[in-house]
Structures are given as structure tokens and as C-alpha cells.
């Protein structure tokens, strides 16, 4: 019996801490963003203040997407897995999930009124706007058998080219395009829009050497972003005398540079701290169930009503979805033939 509890012991020790930290925090923080919506979405009918402090936790966790995308690359480009073995393990992974919560949300949401929509709408409004992200990851795993074979083989110039291109076309134009009012267009899907994160990741975990230098940098970059995030929302929405959320978009030049520089800080911070057993396997836990918690909190929170007061409200809201979430998934994990489907 001690020999089984040492040996697990020793898998969970060695198991690297910082992939799992990063997914931990970034579905913890996507369920921020949810919560603390609630509020940002009530300009004019929330005091500002109380509006203020929801705007400053949603622009805090505007760095949860893109942290996923970015540990997704770091993983994966790497690998050398063959092209049946990727797709096969990342059909499994996704497509079962995704078909099971997307089917409980569809009835849901339309129980009442079924018969009154076309099941194309259905499928568009419960599959893919719920769930929006799902496209997105699907379209940057279908082509990653292929641009893995550039990003592992291209040098830092080549890469650095890339992410230029990416740059431009992704952010810097539709964040002028926002601000200004301007009309510069490209085609550009939503595998794209994302696949710089996705390949920065790879390159900041396996390219790159982070020196000290490089963390004050980030750490500066990042509250700037931050602030500006903060700040500029307020300012354009007082504005137009309406929530604008441009500055929000994962794709904006100040979250995608709060995000770049925050994965470099926490992949450093957690690559070398020291944690005792106990918390590294509650980390683990939570990790191994953290695709189910991103799924299944889009229904929780639906039925989750956020009261006055946010500054206490939108943290403690967060806390209960997530930890309720998190048993969740675990006990209907332990159901045999929901083992594989629940995420």
C-alpha cells in the first residue's frame, strides 16, 4: 500500500507543474470574464463605480483565451506524433465533449420554443455561438499537422516574419479598424485570427531564452496593457454613452501583448518554483478537468444570478461556479460511460 501511494507519489512530482498552473488559471479567469460580464454589460444601468470595478476584472482576465491557445502550441508543435495518431487523439478530446454539453445547451435554451426555430439556427446558435471557441481550436488543430512542419523547422527569422504578417493582419488592422472607424479589410478565419498565439507559444517555451531583462519588460508591458484595457474601455464607452468592448477583443494590439507577456511571466514563475505534493496534485486535479469546467460553466452560469456589491460579488461568484464545476466534472467522471464525453 505505501509503495502505491510513493510511486503516485512520484508521477504527480514529476509531472511538469507550469502547463497545468497555466490551464488552471486560464479557465478560472475565463469564468471571470463571465461573471464580471454580467456588470459590464449594464452601462448606465449599474452605478459607474460598481460598473468600474467589473471593468477592471474583465480587463484582467482578457489574457484567459489566449493563454489557452498559447499552452495549446507550446504542447503540441513539438510533438512528433504522426498525422492519423494527432487527429485521433484530439477528435476524441474535443468532438465528444463539445457534442455532449452543446446538445444539453441546445435544449436548454430552446426546450420552450423548439418547434419555432429551424435546426439550422439551433445548431449555429448552441454549437457554435455558445460555444465559439470550439471552432476556433478545431481549425487551428486541423491545420497544425501542417504548420508544424514550418514552425519546428523555420528559424527565429522566419518565425519572426511570421509573426509580423500575423501581427498586422490579425490585430494592428482590426484594432485601427475598431478605434478609428476605418474599413481595411482581409480575409482572415477565425483559425488564423488565433494561430499566432498558438505558434508563439511553441516559440516562447522552445525557441526563446527569457532573461531577466525580458521579465521586467513583460511585467511592464503588461500593466500598461492593463491599464490602457482598463482606462480606454471606460473613456469609449462614456463616450458613446454605451459599452464598447474593443479594447477587449482577444485580438486587440493591448490584449494580445497583456497575454504574450503574461504567458512569458508565469511560464518562467511556475517552470522554476518549488511546490509541496499536496498543492501540485490539487493543480493536477483541477487541470485534468479543467476542458470540462470550460464547457459545462456556459450552462452553470446561466442559472447563476450575480447580486449587488461586485467588488465581493464577481470574485465569489467565480469561486462557486468553478469550484462547483470542478466536482462536477470529477463525480461525472467516475461514471463509466460519461468518462470520455464530460471533457
Same mark, same amino acid.
Given at each position: 500500500?505505501?509503495?502505491?501511494?510513493?510511486?503516485?507519489?512520484?508521477?504527480?512530482?514529476?509531472?511538469?507543474?507550469?502547463?497545468?498552473?497555466?490551464?488552471?488559471?486560464?479557465?478560472?479567469? /475565463?469564468?471571470?470574464?463571465?461573471?464580471?460580464?454580467?456588470?459590464?454589460?449594464?452601462?448606465? #444601468?449599474?452605478?459607474?463605480?460598481?460598473?468600474?470595478?467589473?471593468?477592471?476584472?474583465?480587463?484582467?482576465?482578457?489574457?484567459? /483565451?489566449?493563454?489557452? /491557445?498559447?499552452?495549446?502550441?507550446?504542447?503540441?508543435?513539438?510533438?512528433?506524433?504522426?498525422?492519423?495518431?494527432?487527429?485521433?487523439?484530439?477528435?476524441?478530446?474535443?468532438?465528444?465533449?463539445?457534442?455532449?454539453?452543446?446538445?444539453?445547451?441546445?435544449?436548454?435554451?430552446?426546450?420552450?420554443?423548439?418547434?419555432?426555430?429551424?435546426?439550422?439556427?439551433?445548431?449555429?446558435?448552441?454549437?457554435?455561438?455558445?460555444?465559439?471557441?470550439?471552432?476556433?481550436?478545431?481549425?487551428?488543430?486541423?491545420?497544425?499537422?501542417?504548420?508544424?512542419?514550418?514552425?519546428?523547422?523555420?528559424?527565429?527569422?522566419?518565425?519572426?516574419?511570421?509573426?509580423?504578417?500575423?501581427?498586422?493582419?490579425?490585430?494592428?488592422?482590426?484594432?485601427?479598424?475598431?478605434?478609428?472607424?476605418?474599413? %481595411?479589410?482581409?480575409?482572415?478565419?477565425?483559425?488564423?485570427?488565433?494561430?499566432?498565439?498558438?505558434?508563439?507559444?511553441?516559440?516562447?517555451?522552445?525557441?526563446?531564452?527569457?532573461?531577466? #531583462?525580458?521579465?521586467?519588460?513583460?511585467?511592464?508591458?503588461?500593466?500598461?496593457?492593463?491599464?490602457?484595457?482598463?482606462?480606454?474601455?471606460?473613456?469609449?464607452?462614456?463616450?458613446?454613452?454605451?459599452?464598447?468592448?474593443?479594447?477587449?477583443?482577444?485580438?486587440?494590439?493591448?490584449?494580445?501583448?497583456?497575454?504574450?507577456?503574461?504567458?512569458?511571466?508565469?511560464?518562467?514563475?511556475?517552470?522554476?518554483?518549488?511546490?509541496?505534493?499536496?498543492?501540485?496534485?490539487?493543480?493536477?486535479?483541477?487541470?485534468?478537468?479543467?476542458?470540462?469546467?470550460?464547457?459545462?460553466?456556459?450552462?452553470?452560469?446561466? %442559472?447563476?444570478?450575480? #447580486?449587488?456589491?461586485?467588488?465581493?460579488?464577481?470574485?465569489?461568484?467565480?469561486?462557486? %461556479?468553478?469550484?462547483?464545476?470542478?466536482?462536477?466534472?470529477?463525480?461525472?467522471?467516475?461514471?463509466?460511460?460519461?468518462?470520455?464525453? /464530460?471533457?
Amino acid at each position: 500500500m505505501n509503495n502505491k501511494i510513493t510511486n503516485k507519489k512520484k508521477r504527480v512530482i514529476k509531472r511538469i507543474l507550469w502547463p497545468d498552473a497555466i490551464r488552471v488559471i486560464s479557465v478560472f479567469l /475565463v469564468i471571470l470574464i463571465h461573471t464580471s460580464a454580467k456588470v459590464v454589460l449594464s452601462w448606465g #444601468q449599474v452605478n459607474t463605480s460598481e460598473w468600474i470595478i467589473g471593468n477592471i476584472f474583465d480587463s484582467f482576465a482578457r489574457i484567459a /483565451v489566449p493563454l489557452f /491557445v498559447l499552452l495549446s502550441g507550446s504542447l503540441l508543435l513539438h510533438k512528433k506524433d504522426n498525422l492519423k495518431t494527432f487527429l485521433k487523439k484530439r477528435t476524441s478530446r474535443i468532438l465528444f465533449p463539445w457534442l455532449f454539453w452543446g446538445t444539453i445547451l441546445l435544449f436548454l435554451n430552446n426546450f420552450s420554443v423548439f418547434g419555432n426555430k429551424s435546426l439550422k439556427l439551433l445548431l449555429i446558435e448552441n454549437f457554435l455561438s455558445g460555444f465559439w471557441f470550439m471552432p476556433m481550436i478545431t481549425g487551428i488543430y486541423i491545420i497544425t499537422p501542417i504548420i508544424k512542419k514550418f514552425v519546428v523547422n523555420a528559424t527565429k527569422k522566419e518565425l519572426k516574419y511570421f509573426f509580423g504578417i500575423w501581427f498586422v493582419l490579425a490585430s494592428l488592422v482590426p484594432t485601427l479598424n475598431n478605434i478609428f472607424d476605418l474599413d %481595411i479589410s482581409f480575409i482572415n478565419p477565425s483559425w488564423f485570427a488565433y494561430l499566432g498565439y498558438f505558434v508563439g507559444g511553441y516559440y516562447i517555451v522552445h525557441k526563446s531564452k527569457i532573461s531577466k #531583462q525580458h521579465l521586467r519588460q513583460s511585467k511592464l508591458i503588461f500593466i500598461i496593457c492593463l491599464m490602457l484595457t482598463i482606462f480606454g474601455t471606460y473613456l469609449l464607452s462614456n463616450k458613446n454613452n454605451q459599452f464598447s468592448g474593443y479594447l477587449y477583443e482577444y485580438l486587440s494590439v493591448n490584449v494580445l501583448l497583456m497575454s504574450f507577456s503574461s504567458f512569458i511571466l508565469l511560464f518562467n514563475y511556475f517552470k522554476k518554483v518549488k511546490i509541496n505534493y499536496k498543492l501540485t496534485k490539487y493543480i493536477n486535479f483541477i487541470s485534468k478537468n479543467s476542458f470540462g469546467i470550460l464547457l459545462s460553466h456556459i450552462i452553470i452560469i446561466k %442559472i447563476f444570478s450575480l #447580486q449587488p456589491y461586485p467588488l465581493i460579488t464577481i470574485p465569489l461568484s467565480t469561486i462557486v %461556479i468553478f469550484s462547483f464545476t470542478l466536482f462536477l466534472i470529477s463525480g461525472l467522471k467516475k461514471v463509466s460511460f460519461l468518462k470520455n464525453v /464530460v471533457g
